[in-house]
């Protein structure tokens, strides 16, 4: 398979900004804190989204009710727990908000989020589908597949063990993929297909190569 097959192929990762909540309420005050402290002055986040003094706000409000949750108070734990909703729906906000800067500069993703005081999750993310071939597990096979044409559509498949001279049916498929068997081992054997539609086909691709093993 040919360099430019093996590059398109290539996974590309998004790194996606995760907050990690601590369970217990102390812990997560002082979590919310260091977002706080890492956010505020922070040129790479110019207007958060919620404002961060409604965060603080948020966090204040759940300061007090814990504070008064811990006398036992009836009713208070209730009143706690709200006060913990209500900040943590605006942690994602802000957690939304820090996804977007990051998204901006997909290369300097970790660091923007890392400087939010949030963890970064990387997700692999693979390129699209293009047309490649590659051994199969057998000798003197081959692996092709190809971008989906349509969700209604059948694929014809050639190869050319001269070049390109002259070609040879392998046979149609109502999938976007196919294995090509009884090559030469050695030999290099470029491919090439074509979809059908309701309509008729289309042109035959550009060929591919790959040295059979």
């Not at 989204?49 to 007090?64: E, F, M, R, T, Y």
């Not at 290099?188 to 059908?196: A, D, E, N, S």
């Given at each position: 398979?040919s360099n430019a097959?093996s590059?398109?192929?290539?996974?590309?990762?998004?790194s996606v900004?995760c907050?990690r909540?601590?369970?217990t309420?102390?812990l997560?005050?002082?979590?919310?804190?260091?977002?706080?402290?890492?956010?505020?002055?922070?040129?790479?986040f110019?207007?958060?989204?919620?404002?961060l003094?409604a965060?603080s706000?948020?966090?204040?409000?759940?300061q007090?009710?814990e504070?008064?949750?811990?006398?036992k108070?009836k009713?208070?734990i209730a009143t706690?727990?709200?006060k913990r909703?209500a900040l943590?729906?605006?942690?994602?906000?802000?957690?939304?908000?820090?996804?977007?800067?990051?998204d901006?500069?997909?290369?300097?993703g970790?660091?923007?989020?890392?400087?939010?005081?949030?963890?970064?999750?990387?997700t692999?993310?693979?390129?699209?589908?293009?047309?490649?071939a590659?051994p199969?597990t057998?000798?003197?096979?081959?692996?092709?597949?190809?971008?989906?044409a349509?969700?209604?559509?059948s694929y014809?498949?050639?190869y050319?063990?001269?070049?390109g001279k002259t070609w040879?049916?392998a046979g149609p498929?109502l999938?976007?993929?196919?294995?090509v068997v009884?090559?030469?081992a050695?030999?290099?054997?470029?491919?090439?297909?074509?979809?059908?539609?309701?309509?008729?086909?289309?042109?035959w691709s550009?060929s591919?190569?790959?040295?059979?093993?």
């Amino acid at each position: 398979m040919s360099n430019a097959n093996s590059s398109a192929n290539k996974k590309v990762h998004r790194s996606v900004a995760c907050l990690r909540l601590p369970l217990t309420i102390s812990l997560l005050i002082t979590y919310v804190q260091g977002i706080l402290k890492a956010m505020t002055g922070n040129a790479t986040f110019p207007t958060p989204i919620p404002a961060l003094p409604a965060v603080s706000n948020a966090l204040g409000d759940l300061q007090s009710a814990e504070t008064v949750a811990l006398t036992k108070v009836k009713g208070s734990i209730a009143t706690r727990n709200e006060k913990r909703a209500a900040l943590v729906a605006l942690l994602e906000l802000l957690r939304a908000y820090v996804q977007s800067i990051a998204d901006a500069t997909p290369e300097n993703g970790p660091s923007i989020i890392e400087s939010a005081g949030l963890a970064v999750r990387k997700t692999a993310v693979r390129a699209p589908r293009v047309f490649a071939a590659k051994p199969g597990t057998v000798s003197g096979t081959a692996k092709l597949v190809v971008p989906s044409a349509a969700r209604r559509a059948s694929y014809e498949w050639q190869y050319s063990t001269d070049g390109g001279k002259t070609w040879s049916d392998a046979g149609p498929t109502l999938q976007a993929r196919t294995a090509v068997v009884g090559l030469t081992a050695g030999a290099t054997v470029l491919f090439r297909y074509r979809w059908v539609l309701k309509g008729g086909a289309g042109d035959w691709s550009p060929s591919v190569s790959m040295l059979v093993h």
